[in-house]
């Protein structure tokens, strides 16, 4: 895989000359290109303005009082509320996007610094972040899970999203070692009295850039795909309003904090402390408008990732206020 990439994207070859250079045939370097991308063994960057929608990222800047908004170039895609599959994949091609902007981002957060901490929550999109960062040596560089990292086995927990950042950085990585949800209001107490928790929470809480991303509470929210969220637990959240979550805590339309029982268990940095820091909300597909909207308007998001459809989405809804 790595030879095929190689001989394409540097060596200048065409598929049919990788195919009789490695001896294989046409369709298996097809495939062989197309693994290295999921993988993320080969990135893509575009570098030029032209690219990105200058009057939505502004509309969306001045709206919200961002620092900054980079949106990705849009794609077209309409809600596919009726066409599961086709919802899915024009997800993951937002995530893709996403996921390598949010990832040229970070890298010039990184390149030609001393010692940088770096807060992570967890989502697939902060999952193509990590697997498109590429080209940056930072062994100062801290990379620290926000919230509880022992879940099911899964790309997108901050464990494994924390572990890929450091693995492309050669930095650190470091993690909550405690579930993200516990059983009780107690057990949690318990979890967060520990004082492996307490020294990671603190590094968390001093981290100089913070990458979080946001969950829409609809039936293939991650958090209901991946058994941490109920389907009757779902509901009651829904019944009090909320509309979006991010670090294990919920929100409504207008960016309040939603009081459950089920964010009394969570483990994670306490949301409110990240206010006036330097956050930057990565989010891809038209599903998540309510959600981004939602946790725009608390108030502690400062920067803004975003693909070029949702974005468009959300700026017409903020034009009309």
């Given at each position: 895989?790595?030879?095929?990439?190689?001989?394409?994207?540097?060596?200048?070859?065409?598929?049919?000359?990788?195919?009789r250079?490695?001896?294989v045939?046409?369709?298996?370097?097809?495939?062989?290109?197309?693994?290295?991308?999921?993988?993320?063994?080969?990135?893509?960057?575009?570098?030029?303005?032209?690219?990105?929608?200058?009057?939505?990222?502004?509309?969306?800047?001045?709206?919200?009082?961002?620092?900054?908004?980079?949106?990705?170039?849009?794609?077209?895609?309409?809600?596919?509320?009726?066409?599961?599959?086709?919802?899915?994949?024009?997800?993951?091609?937002?995530?893709?996007?996403?996921?390598?902007?949010?990832?040229?981002?970070?890298?010039?957060?990184?390149?030609?610094?001393?010692?940088?901490?770096?807060?992570?929550?967890?989502?697939?999109?902060?999952?193509?972040?990590?697997?498109?960062?590429?080209?940056?040596?930072?062994?100062?560089?801290?990379?620290?899970?926000?919230?509880?990292?022992?879940?099911?086995?899964?790309?997108s927990?901050?464990?494994?999203?924390?572990?890929?950042?450091?693995?492309?950085?050669?930095?650190?990585?470091?993690?909550?070692?405690?579930?993200?949800?516990?059983?009780?209001?107690?057990?949690?107490?318990?979890?967060?009295?520990?004082?492996?928790?307490?020294?990671?929470?603190?590094?968390?809480?001093?981290?100089?850039?913070?990458?979080?991303?946001?969950?829409?509470?609809?039936?293939?929210a991650?958090l209901?795909?991946?058994?941490?969220?109920?389907?009757?637990?779902?509901?009651?959240?829904?019944?009090?309003?909320?509309?979006?979550?991010?670090?294990?805590?919920?929100?409504?339309r207008?960016?309040?904090?939603?009081?459950?029982?089920?964010?009394?268990?969570?483990?994670?940095?306490?949301?409110?402390?990240?206010?006036?820091?330097?956050?930057?909300?990565?989010?891809?597909?038209?599903?998540?408008?309510?959600?981004?909207?939602?946790?725009?308007?608390?108030?502690?998001?400062?920067?803004?990732?975003?693909?070029?459809?949702?974005?468009?989405?959300?700026?017409?809804?903020?034009?009309?206020?």
């Amino acid at each position: 895989m790595v030879r095929a990439a190689w001989l394409y994207h540097v060596g200048g070859m065409t598929q049919e000359e990788v195919a009789r250079r490695l001896g294989v045939h046409r369709t298996r370097v097809v495939r062989l290109l197309s693994d290295a991308r999921e993988k993320g063994l080969v990135s893509v960057t575009i570098n030029h303005e032209t690219i990105r929608d200058l009057e939505v990222e502004d509309t969306l800047t001045s709206r919200y009082g961002l620092d900054f908004c980079i949106a990705t170039p849009r794609m077209g895609f309409e809600l596919a509320t009726d066409e599961p599959n086709l919802a899915a994949a024009q997800d993951m091609i937002s995530r893709r996007a996403v996921g390598a902007a949010a990832a040229n981002f970070l890298k010039g957060k990184l390149t030609g610094r001393g010692a940088v901490t770096v807060g992570v929550s967890w989502g697939r999109t902060l999952e193509q972040m990590a697997l498109h960062l590429s080209g940056v040596q930072n062994s100062r560089a801290c990379f620290v899970s926000l919230m509880g990292s022992l879940t099911r086995n899964s790309a997108s927990n901050p464990f494994e999203v924390v572990q890929a950042l450091a693995a492309r950085t050669g930095g650190e990585a470091h993690f909550l070692p405690v579930p993200f949800i516990a059983d009780t209001e107690a057990d949690r107490a318990v979890f967060m009295s520990q004082r492996t928790v307490a020294e990671a929470l603190a590094l968390a809480r001093s981290a100089d850039v913070y990458m979080i991303s946001v969950g829409e509470l609809s039936d293939t929210a991650f958090l209901r795909k991946h058994g941490m969220l109920s389907a009757s637990e779902l509901r009651s959240v829904r019944a009090k309003g909320a509309v979006a979550d991010s670090l294990g805590r919920l929100f409504n339309r207008n960016g309040a904090e939603v009081d459950h029982e089920l964010t009394r268990r969570t483990l994670a940095v306490d949301f409110t402390e990240l206010r006036g820091r330097d956050v930057v909300l990565a989010a891809a597909g038209l599903q998540k408008m309510a959600a981004v909207h939602s946790l725009l308007r608390t108030g502690v998001v400062r920067g803004l990732i975003i693909d070029g459809d949702t974005a468009y989405a959300v700026a017409s809804g903020a034009r009309n206020q």
